[in-house]
């Protein structure tokens, strides 16, 4: 116990991580697929699987990743509210959202690219046969139209309770730029958000000691209950995917990051990891915000007015992950139903796919709207969803951790474009250790 206190934060997380992965493919060999095991203690009998994996684990999980969403809504609106309040000049605000956005599509496009390429050379459609019964019900995507006018809240409170993050972020900004044009009155309510930004952070500080546990839970329920079997017939699609997702994370983004800022991306992505593994246990840009947040203010050195806007709006439209697995998917699909696509067909899926990613944010199940909006536009079977779907969520885990690096790349890039990105802090080997001292409890 006295070794796990003198850990750091990432050392307990990944130390969570692994006993979780391997406590569920223990439980999964004793169980396998029996729904559970009961042990008899006198005149009652005790359910193993029912109490661990369906009691314990779900409930240490679903704890976990509540306390993380609590935070995302307050921590969003505060700090963009303070980043908002605290510009000098009105017209950042349209140069950040300008050079956000652009990046995030230009990302998002370079992602999708890269996995129809991988796809195609891979192959991994190839001899797989299509189950009689696969069936997928697809959602109906919103429109762009109704995507623009639904950004703009009619109750901001509705909003902040339903956790609509593109509403959220327009009343922020106008709220901000209301203090900042309301004089003495302003700065009065700036000092009072800027006192909660730092409740906040604190509150953000208590609950990362929750983290090896929280982390632990997920990855024990997750890896008793998910199919082994399924995963060994769908193997090439799903070491495709991974094989396009890591080159996108540590390829792509170190090359674009090196180019546009000229900063160490070895260094970047090292002080990554923290961030990447609450993104790989949560499966959830969301839920891990409020870690992303601090690692691209106090490990990467954006200042807030930068990177209180950029994150949340990655978390929302900044798409790659999802976009690398409709690309290998689109591809994939068309092999197993014997579609030959041309490559005016392979561009319309770059394309609807990238813009996608702006108009069908905010929705739940984004990802497999998006691929069915693409298997539409290029006239594949939307019945394919059904064949990858059961692999989807282990892949889901590893593009929430690249989405993530995505929004932090961008982050430097714009913040060091407008002089708002302090390289002593991305240069510090010590800053990287600061989200690693939290004291264990």
Do not use: W
């Not at 510009?87 to 370079?110: F, M, W």
Request: contains cysteine; proline residues 4%; neutral net charge.
């Amino acid at each position: 116990m006295s070794k796990m206190r003198t850990m750091s934060l990432t050392t307990r997380i990944m130390v969570g991580m692994l006993l979780g992965i391997a406590t569920g493919l223990i439980l999964q060999f004793i169980f396998g697929d029996q729904h559970d095991i009961t042990i008899p203690l006198g005149l009652f009998e005790f359910p193993v699987k029912a109490f661990f994996v369906d009691g314990l684990f779900h409930i240490g999980g679903q704890i976990f990743i509540a306390s993380l969403k609590m935070l995302v809504v307050p921590l969003v609106f505060i700090s963009l509210v303070c980043g908002t309040c605290s510009l000098s000049d009105p017209k950042k605000l349209g140069r950040l959202g300008g050079k956000s956005i652009l990046l995030y599509l230009i990302t998002t496009a370079i992602a999708i690219t890269v996995a129809i390429g991988f796809a195609l050379v891979i192959s991994p459609g190839t001899g797989v046969t299509v189950p009689t019964d696969a069936t997928f019900d697809a959602k109906q995507a919103p429109t762009l139209v109704d995507v623009i006018i639904g950004m703009f809240p009619t109750n901001p409170i509705d909003a902040m309770a339903n956790g609509n993050m593109l509403q959220i972020i327009v009343f922020a900004l106008l709220f901000g730029i209301a203090m900042a044009l309301s004089g003495e009155s302003g700065k009065r309510v700036a000092a009072l958000f800027d006192d909660l930004n730092n409740v906040v952070l604190k509150l953000v500080t208590l609950l990362m000691n929750l983290a090896p546990y929280g982390v632990f839970c997920l990855m024990a329920k997750l890896f008793t209950t998910i199919d082994m079997g399924l995963i060994r017939s769908l193997l090439l699609y799903f070491l495709t995917v991974l094989a396009a997702l890591f080159f996108h994370g540590l390829v792509n983004y170190s090359v674009i990051l090196k180019l546009f800022t000229g900063l160490n991306p070895i260094l970047f992505l090292k002080k990554m990891e923290d961030a990447c593994m609450f993104a790989f246990s949560t499966s959830s840009s969301s839920a891990t915000m409020p870690v992303t947040l601090e690692t691209a203010t106090k490990k990467l050195g954006a200042k807030n007015s930068v990177a209180s806007f950029t994150i949340p709006l990655g978390a929302t439209i900044n798409m790659d992950g999802t976009a690398i697995m409709q690309g290998v998917a689109t591809v994939f699909i068309a092999q197993v139903f014997a579609v030959d696509l041309s490559v005016s067909d392979y561009l319309m899926v770059i394309v609807t796919a990238t813009l996608a990613s702006v108009g069908t944010a905010g929705v739940p199940g984004v990802g497999l709207i998006m691929l069915a909006m693409v298997l539409n536009q290029v006239g594949l079977p939307v019945e394919g969803i059904a064949i990858i779907i059961g692999v989807d969520r282990l892949l889901d885990m590893t593009r929430t951790a690249v989405n993530i690096t995505g929004d932090c790349m961008v982050t430097c890039i714009v913040a060091k474009s407008e002089g708002e990105l302090d390289e002593k802090i991305f240069h510090d080997p010590n800053a990287a250790k600061k989200l690693e001292t939290y004291p264990p409890v």
